[in-house]
């Protein structure tokens, strides 16, 4: 298991959205996201997440020539740590992710680890009631997820 997670926006607010945040601490213990994402969440942050800024911001301005900018400093705080896993859902920043060998996830691959700790009963259950809120998941990816959970 990594040592440092580091988390971008879109997986805090969608737990959040379904009253699954703890989710993140049962599995984790202790988050890092950067002051951009925390102001993105637009919520109190869960004593469990703590914000931590990229020492070094050049890449960061870097990457949001192209990315969001929370996206953009998860990356580049992700970077700066050894052993570390990034959360992320944006097909863009997975990409960039991949392609400087940092080791990710998103909120469904943290829902299959919820699953397979049993953290939670059902996958199938927890992903329609993301499919409940606005957040847009190609089916392909659902039905990859339910064959890999046995659902």
């Known amino acids: 298991m990594p040592g440092i997670i580091v988390s971008d926006t879109s997986c805090l607010i ?4 379904i009253g699954k945040i703890g989710l993140l601490e049962s599995l984790f213990q202790n988050i890092s ?29 870097i990457l949001e020539s192209f990315l969001d900018s929370g996206e953009a400093s998860a990356i580049a ?11 992320i859902d944006e097909l863009k920043g997975r990409r960039e992710a991949r392609q400087l060998e940092l080791k990710y996830t998103g909120t469904l ?18 992903i329609q009631e993301i499919r409940d809120t ?9 039905r990859e997820v339910k064959k890999r959970c046995g659902e």
Do not use: H, M, W
């Open 33 to 61: 996201v950067t002051q951009i994402v925390a102001d993105e969440f637009e919520k109190e942050l869960p004593v469990f997440i703590k914000i931590e800024n990229p020492k070094d911001i050049k890449y960061q301005k």
């Open 134 to 142: 606005d957040f847009r998941i190609d089916e392909k990816l659902i």
């Open 109 to 126: 691959g943290i829902l299959i680890t919820a699953k397979e700790k049993g953290l939670i009963k059902s996958v199938s259950k927890v």
């Open 77 to 87: 705080l992700a970077l700066e740590k050894e052993e570390c896993l990034l959360i």
């Open 14 to 17: 969608l737990l959040d959205k």
